[in-house]
């Protein structure tokens, strides 16, 4: 049993915020490994996590067969808008509904340090990839961003988290991602860090992302949004720009690991 039942019905919540504010956060990354992989035509890929599809329709634009599962039925629903000829599905990382060797490439941004067990679903990675190119995404180490401050202040409005639960910064720790990647039978290959910033036009565009994460869903549903808004405006505040928007440094780490 995975998390995708309660990953789906947290972070597809607000899906329409998070797909035209939030997840474009990650373009530099995603730009990052196409360059890295070479994508081009007729390459395979599954998206692991896809979310609203941003990752796949910029793969789908160099000519790439792309794919995407994700927990939040929302989300699908926008990737499969983005990409029309896309295979988008509803599912669960640790149980993925492919036969093995199916595509050229796996990837998975911010996706599996959300797994019940991360190895389990690594493994499912591996074993659906045809040349065993699977690359991971997760946050730099907490103390590298500055938008620590907002999860830190989401969390205070959140029960003490069991011992080892999925989360933003469950696989961050030097070593993790190598130390995953040797248990699920992969060889740790690449690894970079990219810097995928936390901008904001202005207050209202902030609230609309920052509140369709999981976390924040969370928080609301416990607490109240009134409370969560005030919360995240006075986490923000100290990274207030002269123009009135907001500016957070964020970074993301990769890395492209093989059979």
Same mark, same amino acid.
């Given at each position: 049993m995975g998390t995708a039942k309660t990953q789906g019905q947290?972070?597809?919540t607000r899906a329409k915020d998070w797909a035209e504010v939030q997840e474009g956060m990650a373009i530099p990354l995603y730009e990052v490994v196409l360059q890295k992989i070479k994508v081009s035509?007729?390459?395979s890929i599954l998206d692991v996590g896809c979310g609203s599809g941003i990752f796949c329709e910029m793969a789908a634009k160099l000519?790439?067969?792309v794919s995407g599962i994700d927990a939040a039925e929302s989300l699908i629903t926008i990737a499969g808008e983005r990409v029309a000829d896309g295979d988008f599905r509803v599912g669960e990382m640790e149980e993925l509904p492919y036969a093995d060797q199916t595509f050229d490439m796996i990837t998975g941004f911010s996706s599996f340090q959300f797994a019940a067990n991360p190895v389990n679903a690594l493994r499912?990675?591996?074993?659906v990839s045809r040349n065993g190119i699977v690359v991971m995404a997760v946050f730099g180490r907490p103390e590298e961003n500055e938008t620590t401050a907002?999860?830190?202040?989401?969390?205070?409005l959140?029960?003490? =988290?069991? !011992?080892? %639960? =999925?989360? !933003?910064? %469950?696989?961050s720790a030097d070593g993790v991602l190598e130390a995953l990647t040797t248990k699920a039978g992969m060889t740790p290959g690449v690894i970079g860090t990219v810097e995928c910033p936390f901008d904001y036009p202005d207050e209202k565009t902030a609230l609309r992302g920052l509140l369709s994460s999981g976390p924040a869903i969370r928080a609301i549903q416990g607490k109240g949004e009134d409370l969560v808004r005030e919360t995240i405006l006075n986490a923000i505040a100290p990274f207030k720009t002269d123009s009135g928007g907001y500016h957070l440094r964020n970074t993301m780490r990769y890395m492209i690991a093989g059979a």
């Open positions: 947290i972070w597809g035509e007729g390459f000519g790439a067969r499912e990675a591996n074993r907002i999860l830190k202040a989401i969390g205070s959140l029960p003490p =988290p069991p !011992p080892d %639960a =999925p989360g !933003p910064y %469950a696989l």
